[in-house]
């Protein structure tokens, strides 16, 4: 219908014999014949476009009007041919309703200006414009705005980052406040300028968090507690207003709470104070860690030394009084012979520890010595005998007391043999 390869495009006479007109024979182009005329061009392609809505059946009977007028043109094959446009244009206009949101986006759909609906990744469709429109957001990606500035406002002197604390002193402070959108249509709908919201909630929560605090506490003790509480105070504000924002996090910038600038010097050294009190009583600690448990386990070991040693002592008591009414009932069965046994195991009991004995003779009375450290340590060193003062043996001679014993030991020793020997008989 429309061929650019076709030879006779504006060429002229170019009618397809389809209404009787003889057809013209083909003029081969020579190499030196030039382009096709412009206005050839044209004539060719109204008459193909009105062959297209019927016109090819209008002609005149003389054959004339080959500039495309005075003909009448087939109402049914142009209403064909505009349902076809019709049709070509209107999948066009339903096509440009696809769109396509990426992965951590949120498509919020408006119909005539009006919410629709949101719409998340993935590929979507909607009613074309004017009807509907849609509006993309990054929902995941994290926004920071800073808040303090150090412009000075005129009226008090002071920069919008100065504060009073509850004691009524003056701080500056400076922090970055990192967010994320979690409602697409909040954001869009409810508020008309989002961001500054965002801007006025953190100023606000930061006075009111600062002011219920001392000056000494916002820089030192409770400085860390700053943040946590603005984003608490933040996002309680942001909900009850439904900006549709979510406070990821409130980081104080390098300096952000310092005293104002004519008492910077005095406020370093109360810091350096406090520094040094920390440090005291971190070392206090330390060296309490290392002592009281050592004064623990003494004191456990002594108490169980103690309860160790009384165990001892009591057991030792009641094996003694158990051992002595045994005794008791052995006596009181046979007294003589208990009596002697205890004797001899008294006296075995005694000689076990000494290294001197005093032997009775039975016949002249005489004692004899027996100095058993020295025998024993001649014979360790492998003598065979030990020198006495008299007869060379080391034993005194019979009737002659040992030099050694004081006479009054000798006659005490003699008492108690006769009256063992009476008893004997």
Do not use: C
């Not at 009991?349 to 009375?365: F, M, P």
């Amino acid at each position: 219908m429309f061929n650019l390869n076709d030879p006779r495009w504006g060429r002229g006479g170019g009618d397809d014999g389809k209404d009787g007109a003889p057809q013209r024979p083909e003029e081969p182009r020579g190499p030196n014949q030039g382009p096709p005329d412009l206005d050839e061009l044209w004539r060719d392609f109204n008459r193909r476009l009105s062959g297209l809505f019927g016109g090819g059946k209008g002609r005149r009977p003389d054959g004339g009007g080959n500039g495309g007028g005075g003909f009448q043109p087939d109402m049914k094959s142009a209403g064909v041919g505009v349902g076809l446009i019709a049709a070509v244009l209107a999948l066009i206009w339903l096509g440009t309703g696809f769109f396509i949101v990426q992965e951590g986006q949120q498509a919020v759909i408006t119909q005539f200006g009006r919410y629709k609906s949101t719409v998340g990744a993935g590929f979507n469709w909607r009613l074309p414009y004017p009807i509907q429109r849609h509006d993309v957001l990054n929902v995941t990606q994290i926004r920071s705005v800073d808040v303090g500035r150090d412009s000075v406002i005129k009226a008090t002197g002071l920069r919008e980052s100065a504060m009073l604390t509850e004691d009524e002193n003056i701080v500056e402070i400076k922090f970055a406040v990192q967010y994320r959108l979690n409602d697409a249509r909040a954001w869009l709908f409810e508020s008309r300028n989002p961001g500054e919201a965002v801007v006025q909630a953190a100023e606000t929560a930061v006075r009111e968090v600062v002011g219920k605090m001392r000056m000494d506490s916002a820089l030192a003790e409770e400085r860390d507690q700053i943040g946590p509480r603005v984003r608490q105070l933040m996002q309680q504000i942001l909900d009850r207003y439904k900006v549709g924002v979510e406070v990821v996090g409130i980081n104080l910038q390098q300096g952000g709470v310092r005293p104002p600038e004519q008492v910077q010097a005095a406020f370093d050294d109360v810091l350096k104070a406090g520094q040094e009190r920390e440090r005291a009583k971190n070392e206090a600690q330390a060296y309490a860690n290392d002592v009281v448990p050592r004064a623990v386990g003494s004191a456990s070991r002594l108490q169980q030394e103690a309860e160790a040693y009384k165990s001892r002592v009591v057991a030792q008591a009641q094996g003694d009084a158990q051992r002595f009414q045994a005794v008791l009932g052995q006596y009181q069965k046979a007294p003589q012979v208990t009596r002697d046994r205890m004797y001899l195991e008294t006296m075995q009991q005694i000689y076990a520890n000494v290294t001197k004995v005093l032997v009775e003779s039975r016949q002249g009375g005489s004692m004899l010595y027996l100095p058993l450290d020295r025998i024993l340590q001649q014979v360790s060193q492998g003598g065979a005998a030990v020198a006495g003062p008299e007869s060379g043996t080391g034993i005194p001679s019979a009737g002659q007391p040992p030099a050694s014993v004081p006479p009054a030991i000798d006659a005490r020793t003699r008492e108690n043999a006769r009256g063992r020997d009476r008893e004997t008989r």
